[in-house]
């Protein structure tokens, strides 16, 4: 199966929000939002960060860096990003690869299509404003929801990492080719 180009999951993504998310928004982050980022790692994934890694990301790579806002006016969900020259995937030589670095939605605001927003969102900054050729992310390997998703995207898996996390679990490498 070929993988779907960020315009046509972008599309997708718009779909989603107007028929499944109604009143969600998705729009860049900003130094106010950090505290909401932060408590919503905290609450939903185990591996946490400094605050100085979040303002990190959102000084260097602020474009790629997005909240989901609920129709209350909530940050109930967020993605951010790490621009990234490296050996590819695909091609053998020196890409920019957009690293996803993070991305959570709180588990009450599961289920609308969110998750897939903000990744469709970060692909189409990672393409168009950083000019990345591929991009890619870690994934527990029993994270199958996760794991969906990003295959949906056009993600695939690459390599497993053996004792990636804290608690000795495995991850994969998904990544796709940009656009």
Same mark, same amino acid.
């Given at each position: 199966? %070929? $993988?779907?180009?960020?315009?046509?999951?972008?599309?997708?993504?718009?779909?989603?929000?107007?028929?499944?998310?109604?009143?969600?928004?998705?729009? !860049?982050?900003? /130094?106010?939002?950090?505290? %909401?980022?932060?408590?919503?790692? +905290?609450?939903?994934?185990? $591996? !946490? /960060?400094?605050? %100085?890694?979040? =303002?990190?990301?959102? +000084?260097? /790579?602020? &474009?790629?860096?997005?909240?989901?806002?609920?129709?209350?006016?909530? *940050?109930?969900?967020?993605?951010? #990003?790490?621009? +990234?020259? &490296?050996?590819?995937?695909?091609? !053998?030589?020196? *890409?920019?690869? @957009?690293? *996803?670095?993070?991305?959570?939605?709180?588990?009450? !605001?599961?289920?609308?299509?969110?998750?897939?927003?903000?990744?469709?969102?970060?692909? &189409?900054?990672?393409? =168009?404003?950083?000019?990345? @050729?591929?991009?890619?992310? +870690?994934?527990?390997?029993?994270?199958?929801?996760?794991? %969906?998703?990003?295959? &949906?995207?056009?993600?695939?898996?690459?390599?497993? =990492?053996? #004792?990636? /996390?804290?608690?000795?679990?495995?991850?994969?490498?998904?990544?796709?080719?940009?656009?």
């Amino acid at each position: 199966m %070929s $993988e779907p180009s960020i315009y046509q999951v972008y599309e997708e993504a718009e779909r989603r929000l107007r028929e499944r998310a109604i009143g969600y928004t998705v729009r !860049h982050a900003e /130094y106010r939002d950090l505290d %909401s980022v932060i408590g919503i790692n +905290e609450v939903s994934l185990p $591996e !946490h /960060y400094p605050r %100085s890694f979040y =303002e990190e990301l959102l +000084e260097d /790579y602020g &474009k790629a860096f997005y909240v989901a806002v609920s129709p209350r006016g909530e *940050v109930v969900g967020y993605i951010m #990003n790490r621009i +990234e020259t &490296k050996p590819g995937f695909f091609k !053998h030589w020196l *890409v920019r690869s @957009g690293h *996803v670095v993070s991305i959570a939605v709180l588990s009450e !605001h599961r289920g609308r299509g969110l998750g897939y927003v903000l990744m469709a969102y970060a692909m &189409k900054t990672m393409y =168009e404003d950083y000019k990345c @050729g591929e991009t890619y992310l +870690e994934v527990r390997v029993s994270n199958k929801p996760a794991i %969906s998703l990003y295959e &949906k995207l056009g993600y695939r898996v690459v390599k497993t =990492e053996r #004792n990636y /996390y804290l608690d000795g679990e495995d991850a994969y490498v998904m990544a796709r080719r940009l656009p």
